[in-house]
């Protein structure tokens, strides 16, 4: 049993050790703080969304059975996920328009949208499903000057 907790000892010691090294990194380089900010304020982002997106109980699982609350996590991430795609292929056209009136497009521009925008969503709203309805291709071709 002595050489478990010499061995759980060695592990928390060489897990501070990392952890140490990759503060000092961090503390150092301003881009690996930039990136890491970023990617935490995509997911929060996201994160907001979904919550958004939640119909009823504002994001809150009733049920405590995990299986449940799965399916529930994960109709409400595919849902999100719809939204997005529906979100991305409006502002594609948007742009393709645009960029055919003779606009132009550069990553300055592109650089403040964000998928997930909600403001024409009705939540509660009734929503006719046309499955007779054809769906135009996607095309997410924009030239970015």
């Known amino acids: 049993m002595r050489g478990c907790h010499g061995l759980n000892f060695a592990f928390r010691e ?6 140490t090294n990759f503060l000092l990194n961090f503390i150092g380089d301003i881009e690996l703080r930039q990136t890491i ?6 997911s929060e982002e996201f994160n907001g969304f979904t919550k958004w997106l939640f119909f009823g109980g504002e994001g809150i699982i009733a049920q405590n059975l995990r299986y449940e609350q799965r399916k529930v996590i994960k109709y409400n991430q595919l849902v999100a996920n719809l939204v997005i795609l529906n979100n991305v292929d409006l502002m594609t056209r948007i742009l393709n328009d645009l960029q055919q009136e ?3 497009i550069t990553d300055e521009i ?5 998928p997930y925008r909600n403001s024409y969503i009705n939540r509660f709203g009734d929503y006719a499903v046309d499955l007779k309805r054809k769906i135009s291709p996607l095309s997410y071709k924009i030239n970015i000057k």
């Open 14 to 19: 060489l897990s501070r050790a990392v952890r």
């Open 37 to 42: 900010n970023a990617a935490t304020n995509k």
């Open 102 to 104: 003779g606009y132009e």
């Open 110 to 114: 592109l650089a403040g949208f964000s």
